[in-house]
């Protein structure tokens, strides 16, 4: 009776849990964000993706060894090898005499009037042609600058404009540049331009335009001359710096201007996705021609998100047919998806090439994007592209945030499709081929990465899942190797794919792998039964140069085949490269079993420190002599090589007279100590020189809290100095103090004091922010003593919802049209690894506002970093604003600014 009574019990209490388990299960599932792809719901038709090889950094590319080229080319252009680029961006020759040989103008078409020139631009023919050669369909063509015989200012470069009665002579000029291409080099060109960035003036090849008068030369000259001419070529504008059709309304504007242009083209400097709804009315193509991290490089996963991020909204918000990034292969920082060193002819890959390549590479020209839940869940933005003739697609999955989403992609109206294959870019994934994906009912559903990009395509339309090259520093799974002889493969019960090495003859290849500048450790997950070498070899797994190596020489160790973690020295090797791995038994029966290989880049080894006390020993304002003695203090964590050391002292000339350096001796003798006095190529009223003391290798090492005394005479033979003028100078008898109007060095770094500046407040020092003001809405400066560049305080700014928030000062008072100043600043970031940090000018003139970018440097949060140039005041008319302010990292992206330095240029310094 009692069991009786129990089973009664039991069976409602059991019903009742598998009905919340149901409802569970159920409210889990309807939880599940859910993307729906409508494959009858077409938006805009691509066009392609690309970027450029102007300036000679085709030629860079051209001059590398042949196999790096190779690959370069492939991982470019090849949609099997790489990421499929199908556009090539040229400059229009100009024949300017500007820059070097490494990033310089091209020849003109047209050096003079009435005379043709078809040789000079060899080596974007070069590039043109191999990139057709990989699958690139279109080439298009952009004139920064006319010849200078047709400007204003005879110039390619400072602007200046095409002059009125040349209006013509430029419409011919573009029109035998298409058809000599054509004649001459059998290259088709898709579409010209005749501006770049026509609204601001740069010390290379430029020229200003209104929109007024790009109106006026499409439609009385362009438009005619290429109709007569029969030359069938699309034509492009305005192409301005930021991203924005108002320079094309006046041309949209006019109907018969309107019809002489294809497509209206911008730039993305400002990294803003705005639409164009007058070009989408007039059916006008919409193209992104540029856009890149001006002078600084950026490798991270993060710099990958922010350009698929952009690029995902010029799709979607835009619906631009065509993006291109600024270079494909370049010297300078940060604008390029592949970073060139000339030097050792080595390169860099970073992750926006392989996140912008999870579009280029599965999106192919004339696909059409379809419509889409683009934004299903919070921080997953989706696009989705159908070829129109057949049953290919792709979905591009961006997951921006921290942790990984599980999203249910629903395929409305798809072709039958049984599978989709995922390809992932990642922290430690560069467009890998991942496992497909069952589709059933049109349905799948893919768990999406932290911070990742993934492009999902039908099983049917696989593509290759190693491109030409592969980068040494992301891991790699023993399994993944390009060849192998005498391996065993294994399963371990966690999932791993492992390789068994057992055989002195066995070896694993890895092939066509970038080390860069080099390697400092390898790591790898093994396993040893039995004692044997394991080696890295180069080039070859017999004669190969050794790489690494890991002897097991002690039987008890060798007895136990667990796991672990070994960390290998590695030789110094460069560039690409094929490695082997081997293992030599010397036991009978011993393996090597292998899970995993990971490169580790050289340690950055801690920064030295110093800080510098002063005492002027003439008090004197008016003498022929600074005579001064200085302490120098070890206040850091390591020791100092003191021959990476300076310390300046500045001060004014006043005098035409020669002056001479002197050592009056202290801790260390004359023969290692060395004194020069520097005339500033850029200065202020309380500085135009400065004496720089360095020291010789052998003057040693200052070991961390040890100091050195160093007594030093400036004298001149005529005339006296006016120390009251002199930024250095330390007028009150106190002895031996901390003085931070002496700067300190270490490895030519800033470390100490703060160097002259034409800025109020220019180090925060006074501990508030005098002279600064918010440049940005809701942004939010303080000044903090939580860290500081040099001395105590700095500038914080938080509370930033765009890039261009920061902190600003006025420069109206400062600085003089015509004249180029020198603006440095220090940046380091609170709460990410890196970003952009940049130093910016906003005028205001009768043309209206404009914002240059004076220098641009990846920055990070570990330390400071210099960002500096030169900027030349040129104004249109009246002056209404002239402010300087920081900008760069991305919303949300707190930094601190400190040592902020403006001085003018002077010319024909000399040093004495």
């Given amino acids: 009776m009692k069991l009786r009574m129990m089973k009664k019990t039991c069976f409602p209490v059991l019903m009742f849990f598998l009905f919340m388990i149901l409802i569970l299960a159920g409210s889990s599932w309807a939880a599940l964000p859910t993307c729906t792809v409508d494959w009858q719901d077409e938006k805009q038709e691509i066009e392609g993706f690309g970027g450029s090889g102007a300036f000679h950094q085709a030629a ?56 043709w020139n078809w040789s000079g631009d060899e080596d974007q023919i070069w590039l043109m042609r191999e990139a057709a050669r990989r699958g690139c369909t279109r080439f298009v063509s952009t004139a920064w600058s006319p010849p200078a015989w047709m400007k204003t200012n005879n110039s390619v470069i400072q602007g200046g404009e095409l002059r009125p009665d040349k209006y013509q002579a430029f419409a011919e000029y573009l029109a035998h540049y298409v058809r000599g291409y054509q004649e001459h080099h059998q290259i088709e060109i898709y579409a010209i331009s005749p501006a770049n960035e026509p609204d601001l003036t740069t010390d290379y090849s430029s020229c200003r335009w209104t929109g007024l008068q790009l109106r006026d030369f499409i439609k009385n000259h362009l438009t005619p001359t290429l109709k007569r001419e029969g030359i069938n070529v699309k034509v492009m504008i305005p192409e301005t710096m930021n991203f924005t059709e108002s320079y094309a309304l006046a041309t949209l504007d006019d109907p018969e201007a309107c019809k002489g242009v294809d497509i209206i083209a911008a730039h993305a400097y400002d990294f803003m996705a705005l639409p164009f709804p007058v070009a989408k009315s007039h059916q006008k193509a919409i193209w992104q021609t540029e856009v890149s991290n001006i002078g600084y490089n950026d490798g991270s996963i993060d710099d990958g998100l922010k350009y698929a991020k952009l690029l995902h909204d010029h799709l979607t918000i835009t619906e631009v047919n065509a993006w291109l990034f600024w270079w494909l292969a370049a010297y300078k920082p ?120 993934t492009t999902f395509i039908p099983d049917t339309h696989e593509l290759p899942g190693v491109l030409s090259i ?219 020189y400065y004496l720089e003391i360095g020291f010789t290798e052998e003057a040693g090492s200052l070991e961390p809290e040890a100091q050195i005394e160093l007594g030093v005479v400036i004298s001149c033979q005529d005339g006296v100095y006016r120390q009251e003028n002199d930024y250095s100078f330390q007028p009150n008898p106190e002895g031996m103090v901390d003085w931070p109007a002496v700067t300190g060095y270490v490895n030519e770094r800033l470390c100490w004091g703060g160097e002259p500046s034409l800025l109020v407040n220019p180090g925060f020092e006074t501990g508030t922010l005098e002279g600064w003001f918010n440049f940005g809405g809701p942004s939010k400066i303080t ?60 005028r205001t003139d009768d043309r209206g506002d404009n914002y240059t970018w004076v220098g641009s440097e990846t920055v990070n949060d570990e330390e400071w970093t210099l960002v500096s140039g030169q900027y030349e005041l040129q104004v249109d008319g009246i002056l209404k604003t002239l402010e300087l302010y920081t900008e760069g990292p991305g919303s949300g992206v707190e930094y601190y600014v400190d040592n902020v330095v403006i001085r003018e240029v002077r010319a024909n310094a000399e040093d004495e």
């Fill in 334 to 453: 940060g604008e390029a998806l592949i970073h060139l060193d000339p030097a050792f002819q080595t390169f860099t890959t970073f992750k926006r090439l392989y996140t912008i390549g999870n579009y280029s590479r599965f999106v192919r020209p004339g696909d059409v994007r379809l419509g889409t839940d683009s934004n299903p869940a919070p921080n997953i933005f989706v696009t989705a592209f159908k070829d129109k003739e057949s049953d290919r697609f792709a979905l591009v999955a961006i997951n921006n945030g921290e942790r990984e989403r599980t999203v249910q992609f629903v395929l409305k109206g798809f072709p039958a499709t049984k599978g989709v294959i995922p390809y992932r870019t990642s922290e430690t994934e560069d467009l890998t081929k991942l496992t497909p994906l069952p589709v059933a009912n049109g349905v799948f559903t893919a768990a999406l990465k932290a911070k990742s990009v």
């Fill in 60 to 115: 860079n590319l051209w001059s590398y060894p042949e196999r790096d080229r190779e690959l370069i080319l492939d991982l470019l252009f090849s949609q099997e090898k790489g990421i499929g680029l199908s556009i090539v961006r040229n400059i229009i020759g100009d024949g300017g005499d500007w820059g070097e040989e490494i990033d310089g103008p091209t020849p003109s078409i047209q050096p003079v009037e009435g005379v």
């Fill in 470 to 688: 592969r980068e040494i520093f992301s891991p790699i799974a023993a399994g993944t190797f390009s060849d192998q002889a005498g391996i065993k493969l294994e399963t371990t019960p966690a999932g791993e794919n492992i390789i068994v090495l057992n055989d002195p003859k066995a070896y694993v290849a890895y092939q066509n792998f970038n080390f860069g500048l080099g390697t400092a450790t390898c790591e790898l997950k093994v396993a040893f039964t039995g004692r044997g070498k394991l080696e890295l070899k180069l080039h070859s797994p017999d004669l190969g140069l050794p790489l690494a190596r890991y002897s097991v020489l002690d039987e008890a160790t060798a007895s136990q085949s667990a796991w672990q973690i070994i960390s290998l020295p590695t030789e110094q090797v460069r560039g690409v490269n094929d490695f082997y791995l081997v293992f030599t038994p010397w036991d009978e029966g011993a393996a090597c079993r292998v899970a995993w290989l990971e490169f580790k880049a050289p340690a950055k080894l801690p920064s030295g420190q110093i800080k510098v006390q002063m005492e002027n020993e003439l008090e004197n304002l008016n003498t022929n002599q600074i005579k001064t003695r200085f302490t120098i203090v070890n206040n850091g964590r390591v020791p100092v090589n003191l021959a990476t050391v300076q310390v300046r002292y500045y001060y004014t000339r006043d005098t035409a007279g020669p002056q001479e350096f002197s050592y009056t001796g202290g801790s260390l003798p004359a023969a290692v100590v060395k004194g020069r006095l520097v005339p500033m190529p850029a200065i202020t009223p309380d500085a135009d």
């Fill in 783 to 842: 000044v903090t003593a939580e860290t500081a560049h040099t001395g105590t305080y700095c500038a914080l700014i938080t509370n930033r919802t765009d890039s261009w928030q920061g902190i600003a000062q006025d420069l109206s008072a400062i600085m003089k049209p015509g004249r180029t100043y020198e603006i440095n600043a220090w940046i380091k970031l609170k709460n990410k690894m890196h970003d952009a940090g940049r130093v910016s000018i906003k």
